[in-house]
């Protein structure tokens, strides 16, 4: 006689390529994405403390992936009948294009040319369900979405057709159970659960699921490289979450996020840096053609604390919450792309989302916007260079047409950007001029600046001098102040944005002298190309002051009231 009956705790596997693109994978063997293998990771949290005298898993590896990455791998039994509808001539094809075919096709009541039917899933459900009623106490299914639903119907005597009604996520959570614990009233007692969606966990009781299976995934993510001889970086090994100098030039230790959510700095509302705080944020999920990547630095640049003020919320209409930052140097997570970046390696990034999104755990872009980190150079280094030498680089080369030989002026020549635009100025050869405030002369002098204006004591605009370039970083310039001292044919550059700064492109751009708005754009060959020059010791990295990610709000106040020179710097 049976003791209990049993409790199935019925698991789709996590996600793949195939899954994210919509494309019904029925016998296709493909594994999980990387985002995938963390949803297993946070579904075993979830389940982790429940006792499973039955695991039983499909032959195709993204069952067993997720299964494993559970951890309940050393209890699985294979089970045929788990395996996914065979979708014969539609393997592949998303659902878009079946209906281009076959207007009105449904899976669920049509089956599949040269694939399973309807009739065929069922009789192969109950088969099963047949075992599972012999089964004892907790038992694990991991299976797939549409043998999945498709067993669900059928445990409650519905027709395989109802399926259609009963949706299923990726690394979901269902249990199939009886009501009343009567063997003749089969029931489901929870359905497409997802660990990061759930306020409770079966047969735990009153704890918080975000935050224990957080700490849970971390604490067992500790042991296992402890247990295996392997060593954690300083964020998963102690709570104080910050990493001195020789962990950052280290390459991570961990190939896989251990959470569906990370630690970000975040706000919610525009306003002064106080808004800024610590909070657990949704992992960013890896597209086609991009890098996952951790972040082990970032730096702040004017146009952070800009959008964090609401200067310019017209431009960046999205809603909040908002992660700042643009500047990402770190390790390389996975990609699913076949480029020249791979686990591990250690690269800066130009973050390409109008949102930014740096100063978190993990970050995602678009391959073409990052780049390996040479040996020579440290993460801090690589946090700086992003943003502001990409401004500095496309302003001068692209908008200026920089030519050897040339006269360029840098008004704001001790900051972020203008630091990289004197020293990248003076690497084509070119006389440079720097502004800034008389106790950064020597600074400026120090980056190869032939001649310095303090601000405070001289006016540019009414000098003899003539420039061919005047790059205004500062933002405190104006296109018809300057105009007289540029010569013919020169460019006047700001970074400034502003409806004014638009208006100037447009008005005189067919005119001698020509006014410019910047605005950078990631590209992963100009950051090769500051790292040459990095190498080549025509470009050096000054460090203003550096940070913990958890003083965001500090390193924003440090930036938006005046940094003497050069970068300010966060460190995760």
């Known amino acids: 006689m049976k003791n209990s009956l049993a409790r199935i705790f019925l698991v789709r596997h996590g996600e793949t390529e195939w899954s994210l693109s919509g494309q019904h994978t029925g016998r296709a063997d ?139 996520e990726t690394a979901s959570l269902s249990i199939l159970s009886y009501q009343h614990s009567n063997l003749a009233q089969p029931a489901i007692s929870l359905w497409n659960s997802r660990s990061f969606e759930a306020n409770a966990t079966p047969n735990r009781s009153s704890w918080d699921a975000a935050t224990t299976a957080r700490d849970t995934s971390k604490r067992r993510a500790i042991e296992r490289w402890e247990n295996e001889g392997g060593e954690l970086d300083a964020r998963h090994s102690q709570k104080g979450l910050k990493m001195n100098s020789d962990t950052l030039n280290a390459k991570s230790t961990h190939s896989t996020p251990l959470g569906l959510t990370m630690r970000a700095i975040e706000y919610n509302e525009y306003g002064d840096a106080s808004v800024l705080h610590v909070a657990d944020h949704p992992i960013p999920q890896l597209l086609p053609d991009q890098l996952f990547i951790e972040v082990l630095a970032s730096s702040v640049n004017p146009i952070d604390y800009r959008f964090r003020r609401g200067d310019m919320m017209g431009l960046i209409p ?26 591990g390696d250690r690269v800066m990034a130009f973050l390409d989302h109008a949102r930014g999104g740096a100063l978190a755990d993990y970050a995602v872009c678009s391959v073409a916007s990052a780049a390996k980190i040479p040996d020579s150079m440290s993460m801090e280094v690589a946090a700086a260079i992003p943003l502001a030498g990409t401004t500095a680089l496309q302003s001068l080369r692209d908008h200026g047409k920089i030519k050897s ?67 205004d970083v500062s933002g ?42 910047m605005l950078a754009v990631p590209s992963g060959d100009d950051l090769r190309e500051l790292i040459r020059l990095y190498e080549a010791g025509k470009l050096k990295v000054t460090i203003d002051s550096t940070f913990p990610f958890e003083q965001a709000a500090q390193a924003h106040r440090r930036v938006e009231s005046g940094v003497d020179h050069g970068k300010v710097v966060l460190v995760n």
């Open 30 to 168: 493909i594994s999980l994405t990387t985002h995938g293998e963390i949803e297993a990771r946070w579904l075993g949290d979830r389940i982790g403390d429940i006792s499973f005298q039955h695991v039983l898993v499909s032959p195709l590896q993204r069952a067993k992936q997720t299964c494993c990455f559970a951890g309940l791998a050393e209890q699985a039994e294979e089970e045929p009948d788990l395996i996914e509808w065979d979708n014969g001539d539609y393997e592949g094809r998303t659902h878009i294009e079946i209906e281009t075919m076959r207007p009105g096709w449904n899976l669920f009541r049509d089956g599949c040319p040269n694939g399973e039917s309807p009739q065929q899933i069922s009789d192969r459900a109950d088969q099963l369900i047949l075992k599972l009623r012999k089964l004892d106490g907790n038992v694990a299914l991991f299976t797939h979405g549409h043998f999945g639903r498709a067993l669900a119907v059928r445990w409650i005597g519905l027709s395989v057709e109802y399926a259609e009604r009963f949706l299923l």
């Open 476 to 517: 405190k310039a104006h296109y018809m102040g300057s105009r007289a001292v540029l010569k013919e044919g020169g460019h006047f550059i700001s970074t400034e944005p502003s409806i004014k700064g638009l208006l100037m492109t447009i008005l005189t751009w067919p005119l001698s002298k020509s006014g410019q708005i």
């Open 318 to 343: 999205f809603g909040f919450p908002r992660i700042p930052g643009y500047d990402v140097a770190g390790i390389v997570v996975d990609t699913n792309t076949d480029c020249s970046f791979a686990k």
């Open 405 to 471: 030989g040339q006269s360029v002026l840098i008004n704001g020549a001790s900051g972020g950007v203008g630091m990289f635009a004197v020293q990248i100025a003076k690497s084509y050869g070119c006389h440079v001029d720097a502004i800034a405030s008389g106790p950064n002369r020597e600074f400026c002098l120090s980056l190869g600046a032939d001649h310095f204006y303090d601000y405070e004591k001289e006016d540019f605009t009414k000098s003899d001098e003539r420039w061919d370039i005047i790059f």
